[in-house]
């Protein structure tokens, strides 16, 4: 740089400024400096027009060159800035590259987030990465999810409300996007954007924020006026619930979480405790609460019990749950409440030894579907436990598989052994569920670090798999799988979203499932897109 600002009379600061212009393409060769008189281009009228159109639209005079030049008009720089200082314009105030709407290497930043309306996007056809969660649109609508926003009382911003909020978590989830800090992959989808009222989905601190934002109340109210329209649609039974816990870990150096048992990682570690209870019948999750202490542990049973019955005044349901979900003193409680449950008694050597002795072993079968011991031998007795107030009924059982019998009690001496035996059994789908939303809902992917509040995650997350199963239940064939299959096999994929006279029609390319979803009665569900204003949806398939 020395030798060069020598022979060429400049500073060294200077040639190192033009070799950091020159590496970074912001010289610009295309119209050398003049030596003397040279001829002004002439700029007609229609051309002049298009520059001050340019300007009253805040841009450039790079930018309108640019603009020309797409539109086949080939025009300098210069030329611009001489035209608008001729037409009584003057130059823009210097702008930053984040103001201009570029980082610093050169890639464009997303939109600011807002409110939008269907005739916002009127003619435009738009291509849409995730149009699979429109999918969703008509179930949304049946579940009457503004109503669910407004009965829960969320709060909303200024510039995005609740339910434009709600919709943009919900979108993640549906596409089983890893985690919340991931949004930026949908930043520049417009498409997206439309499925919540928004011009484009809200950036990461955003929706982090307000998911802090929410209270215990908050959720507690969503969840209590979701299941309750949910429950009116008839998707729960509700006879049984399944109930088991799920720590969500956490990894950070420093946190005040408490440590408590992770299953799928065999150990104790810091994380935060969730609780999920399952409707056994429909395997649909209908309740959820986060952040659970140690010591509180074993009043779950009964802090569901208390919700369930602001849900449904009329059924009592049968608990099923784990050895050490509660305690044998919070059975006696739910006894007096005379609700019904149905749990293992936790084993000791004693017992047994105990059972080993016994001789008259009757034999039973349990007709679930795909059970690899369905033959079971089982002993029924009745029996005291330290620490409940009255007897239990118990259910000894071996031949299941497992090299130690298991002991079932119950507090229901009417329901036949089979029954009681299958509908312990059937407590794994509990188990299968809180997998699935770990795998595909990713559950545990909000710790690295906690982004989101882990109560308002495993809320949508329950919200999510409703939705899925609703999908399921209308694809023939498919009434059974899982929410990663759908997925792959319906959500998954790009799609074309256009607004033609107020209605938002989607339209997805040729794929080899797109006969099971045309064989959907959409015509008989409500075709609306809740987070455009109840907006007609149109779905197409080729």
């Known amino acids: 740089a020395r030798v060069v600002a020598e022979r060429y009379s400049y500073s060294p600061e200077y040639v190192r400024y033009l070799r950091y212009q020159f590496t970074h393409g912001l010289i610009d ?52 800035e001489r035209v608008l200082a001729e037409e009584g314009y003057p130059k823009l105030p210097r702008r930053t590259r984040h103001k201009i709407g ?3 290497k050169g890639v464009s930043l997303p939109e600011r987030s807002g409110v939008v309306r269907a005739g916002d996007f009127e003619g435009a056809s738009l291509e849409c990465a995730g149009a699979g969660v429109f999918l969703f649109g008509p179930f949304l609508a049946k579940l009457d999810i503004a109503g669910v926003v407004k009965a829960a009382g969320l709060p909303g911003t200024r510039e995005i409300p609740a339910l434009s909020y709600l919709l943009s978590f919900l979108a993640l989830k549906l596409l ?30 955003a929706m982090s924020t307000y998911s802090y934002s929410l209270d215990a109340v908050h959720i507690e109210k969503l969840e209590r006026a979701f299941v309750k329209r949910a429950k009116r649609l008839g998707l729960y039974d509700g006879r049984i619930v399944n109930l088991d816990f799920h720590t969500v870990p956490h990894f950070g150096e420093e946190s005040v979480l408490e440590k408590h048992w992770a299953g799928a990682r065999g150990k104790v570690m ?44 009329g059924v009592k349901p049968t608990l099923v749950f784990d050895s050490k979900f509660t305690t044998y003193e919070k059975l006696s409680a739910l006894d007096s409440e005379e609700v019904k449950f149905i749990t293992l008694r936790r084993r000791g050597a004693k017992l047994v030894g105990d059972a080993e002795k016994i001789g008259d072993w009757k034999r039973i079968h349990i007709p679930h579907p795909g059970r690899k011991f369905p033959d079971s031998y089982v002993h029924e007795s009745q029996v005291a436990v330290k620490g409940y107030d009255g007897i239990v009924r118990q259910i000894i059982m071996k031949g299941n598989g497992h090299e130690k019998p298991a002991f079932i009690i119950t507090n229901d001496f009417d329901v036949p052994t089979e029954l009681v035996v299958g509908n312990y059994a059937r407590r794994w789908r ?33 919200v999510a798999d409703t939705l899925y199963t609703m999908l399921a239940q209308k694809l023939r064939g498919f009434e059974s799988c899982d929410a990663p299959r759908l997925y792959r096999h319906f959500v998954k994929g790009k799609g074309t979203v256009s607004v033609r006279d107020g209605e938002v029609s989607v339209t997805y390319p040729r794929r080899a499932h797109n006969p099971v979803l045309r064989n959907v009665p959409w015509d008989r569900m409500p075709g609306l897109l809740p987070g455009l204003g109840d907006a007609p949806l149109a779905l197409e398939f080729k």
């Not at 800090?181 to 439309?194: A, I, K, M, R, T």
């Not at 809180?434 to 308002?456: D, G, R, W, Y």
Request: charged letters at 25%; glycine letters at 8%.
């Open 29 to 80: 060769f295309s119209e050398p400096h003049p030596e003397g008189k040279v001829a002004r281009r002439r700029v007609t009228s229609e051309i002049r027009k298009k520059i001050c159109a340019g300007r009253e639209d805040n841009l450039s005079a790079g930018e309108i060159a640019e603009l020309l030049f797409e539109e086949g008009h080939e025009m300098s720089v210069r030329t611009v």
């Open 102 to 104: 570029l980082t610093v």
């Open 176 to 205: 089983g996007t890893e985690r919340y800090s991931h949004v930026g992959d949908h930043s520049f989808d417009p498409g997206l954007g439309l499925f919540a009222g928004l011009g484009v989905l809200p950036k990461t601190t």
């Open 270 to 313: 810091k994380g935060a405790l969730t609780l999920f209870a399952q409707d056994s019948a429909s395997k649909l999750i209908l309740y959820t609460t986060a952040d659970i202490m140690r010591e509180e542990t074993s009043d779950q049973a009964l802090s569901f019990l208390s919700f369930w019955r602001e849900v449904d005044k």
């Open 430 to 462: 509990v188990e299968n569920g809180i997998a699935e939303a770990v795998k595909f809902f990713n559950l545990n992917s909000l710790s690295f670090p906690i982004l989101t509040k882990v109560h308002f995650d495993v809320a949508m997350t329950m």
